[in-house]
């Protein structure tokens, strides 16, 4: 897999919303690499994707520069910071996961020993006690590549996989809240296309939460729990395609009934594939890929 570019007439803008007052800040504007998916670091700065590498985006408006961090293939936009606040867990596009310190340096490759051949692990949570991973597995099923794509989590050191969920029925976006104790993500194992759920980290007690006909991905929980996001494509969407118009939705004290649209963005893919929330809970970040209006007839 190749990193993706922009198209000619398209930019990256990088956006903080700020649930409490409703106020979106423009941070960045760029029409020279394709960035995605923010996490939010505790230095003032976001970490997105883009180009195969890692950036950083520092809150006061100062320039963005690349992480450097040698011994890893090119990224994708599933990685994750670590709650030590200077390490990152990143997946590359060899389909393994890897460790590295935001300073830069050398990465650690975690995953060698996948329990199914040729696993291939897209990272999106890291428990809060720092000890493991939630991460997507997807498998060869059928003579399919692509055909399983299941929540499976495993030890930062590599070691103790374990499958949560199982079946075709595909899974995205696994996160742990803030207490450890569940996992959230999405699924189209109730209704055939993609809605919010959680479980317990041992895979019981499996929960529905969003019931319409949006098609939802990536819940994200802040570490303080007043709220949660994710991303709402319009319904007939198949995965989560890039250039689409999406909507961010919040959700307040666990209503997830009563979630409500904070942004309407164009893009999907890369818009907050990770979690982009700021330390105190109050905003998130995320990335809209905007094209030129087309010329006047």
Known sequence: ???????????????????????????????????????????????PNGAGGLWRLPLDGGPMTEVPITGVPDL???HVLAPDAEHAYLSANDGHL?????????????????PIPGL???????????????????AAAGGNRWGEANVFTVRTDGTDYRQLTFGAAPAD??????????????????????QIAR?????????????DEKVNWFPH????GRYACYLAFPAGTVGHPP?????????EDGDWAGACPVARVHGGQGTINVNSWSPDGRSFAYVSHDRDAPPAA
């Open 1 to 47: 897999m190749q990193p993706r570019t922009l198209d000619p007439g398209q930019r990256s803008a990088v956006w903080v919303a700020d649930v409490e007052t409703g106020e979106r800040r423009l941070l960045l504007q760029t029409r020279d690499v394709l960035l995605e998916a923010p996490n939010w670091g505790h230095d003032g700065a976001l970490y």
């Open 76 to 78: 994708n936009n599933d």
């Open 98 to 114: 890897y460790r590295a310190r935001l300073a830069g340096g050398p990465a650690e490759q975690i995953t060698t020993a996948p």
């Open 120 to 138: 291939l692990h897209f990272l999106h949570g890291v428990s809060p006690d720092g000890e493991r991973l939630a991460f997507i597995g997807v």
């Open 173 to 194: 976006g696994c996160e742990y809240d803030r207490t450890g104790e569940w996992l959230y993500f999405n699924t189209e194992a109730f209704d055939g296309h993609a």
């Open 199 to 211: 479980m317990r980290v041992d895979g019981s007690e499996l929960e529905q939460l969003t019931f």
């Open 221 to 224: 929980l802040p570490a303080t």
């Open 243 to 251: 250039d689409k118009w999406v909507e961010l939705m919040l959700v």
